[in-house]
């Protein structure tokens, strides 16, 4: 009997074409308002007073886009997790493993980047306690992405 095989719907491409965009988006404006409440827990001296008036404006809008982009990823993560959970077969999509794989390749990227940044610093011993959350934050934000999508897909081959 050959392999069901999975095709591609526009329906399916713009589902996950908005799950991935609204990860996206809330895992860049978390980074982003927790560097913001970082930089507003550790000022920098060198900063005027109008820097200082743009990271609360910075803060309304990534607390605007968290509030909004995370519950849309987790609703439509939910919505595609049951969609899977009925119809296996879907896990096939090519669509869903070429974002899943880009998905990947960012988060790595972002965690090679931060790791580049931080030797970088170290080297020229121009480490505050600003610039090391700032890094530990962006790994943490990475790193979770990373390994949830590479625990979904290592998941994914031991069901195939």
Known sequence: ?????????????????VLFASLYWAA???GSLVFDLINRAWPDPASDVYAFRRVGESIRW?????IIAF?????????????????????LSAVRRWLTYLTLFVAAAVLIG?????VYNLLGGELTIRFVLKVLVAAIIAGTIFG?????????????
């Open 1 to 17: 009997m050959p392999k069901p095989r999975p095709y591609l719907s526009a329906r399916e491409a713009f589902l996950y074409l």
């Open 28 to 30: 860049w404006h978390l």
């Open 62 to 66: 990534s607390t605007a886009s968290v």
């Open 71 to 91: 519950p849309v990823f987790l609703f439509v993560a939910r919505y595609l997790g049951k969609e899977l959970a009925r119809n296996p077969v879907k896990r």
């Open 114 to 118: 931060d790791m580049i940044t931080l």
């Open 148 to 160: 949830y999508y590479l625990t979904d897909l290592r998941r994914e081959e031991k069901e195939a």
